[in-house]
């Protein structure tokens, strides 16, 4: 049973328009989101987060928007550059529920292709 | 700082053969974590120390078994590999309260023959 779900295995969008990534999760104890990058042979390195008690979360050219109702979150890229072809990956905890060490719970991942 | 390293990088295994992955972290952060992923999967998560001196069991801890050696080093061991644990192999750690993001190694690439 998966707890996050991406459900785009891949996207592609051209150079300077808009990249949405998408997220769904079923766990009403997740209260601490993120979104990681991975390029092929190299691990993930953290992107932006969002907890619970925000709706919006900006870091330059990527924002995270989160709708608790929904169980819904979001990575906006603006404006997509070349280097932001990658798998990004949406994970969770239940980090303020005293989860927080205990590891996160991560999506299949959505593979990012910018054409230029 | 290297941040989080792995060793080895690669590594092939004949089924039935043990080995231990290593890891290690210059952060002096207190939780450690060994994922593992494959193809078309996420990230799953095998065992976890949470501090030093603790480990927990993950999503999918059957089959492996883990050393937290000391605050640095956390340590996954295959004792008899199977080819269903043919994977890339993650470590990461992270700091304490405030937020919960996990620093990752660069993986080690395992194949069970």
């Known amino acids: 049973d998966q707890q996050v779900k991406q459900n785009s295995p891949s996207l592609s969008v051209q150079e300077g328009r808009i990249s949405i990534l998408n997220c769904d999760y079923t766990?009403?104890?997740?209260?601490?989101f993120l979104w990681y990058k991975k390029y092929p042979a190299e691990g993930p390195t953290f992107l932006i987060s969002i907890s619970s008690i925000k709706d919006k979360n900006e870091d330059g050219r990527f924002t995270v928007f989160l709708n608790k109702s929904a169980k819904h979150l979001s990575l906006h890229i603006v404006p997509s550059q070349p280097g932001d072809s990658a798998v990004y990956f949406c994970a969770a905890s239940a980090m303020y529920s005293g989860g927080g060490a205990d590891g996160l719970t991560f999506g299949k991942g959505t593979h990012l292709i910018i054409q230029p | 700082n290297a941040g989080v390293t792995q060793t080895p990088k690669f590594q092939v295994l004949k089924t039935g053969q043990s080995m231990t992955l290593q890891c290690a972290q210059d952060?002096?952060?207190?939780?450690m974590y060994w994922y593992r992923q494959d193809p078309g999967m996420g990230l799953r998560l095998i065992y976890y120390s949470a501090s030093e001196g603790t480990t927990d069991k993950g999503e999918v801890p059957n089959g492996y078994n883990v050393s937290r050696l000391n605050k640095r080093e956390f340590s996954l061991r295959l004792e008899s590999a199977a080819p269903s644990q043919t994977s890339v192999y993650f470590c990461?750690?992270?700091?304490?309260?405030?937020?919960?993001?996990?620093?990752f190694g660069p993986g080690t690439r395992l194949t069970v023959l």
């Open positions: 952060m002096n952060h207190n939780s």
């Open positions: 766990n009403s104890m997740f209260d601490y």
């Open positions: 990461a750690s992270s700091g304490t309260s405030g937020s919960n993001e996990q620093f």
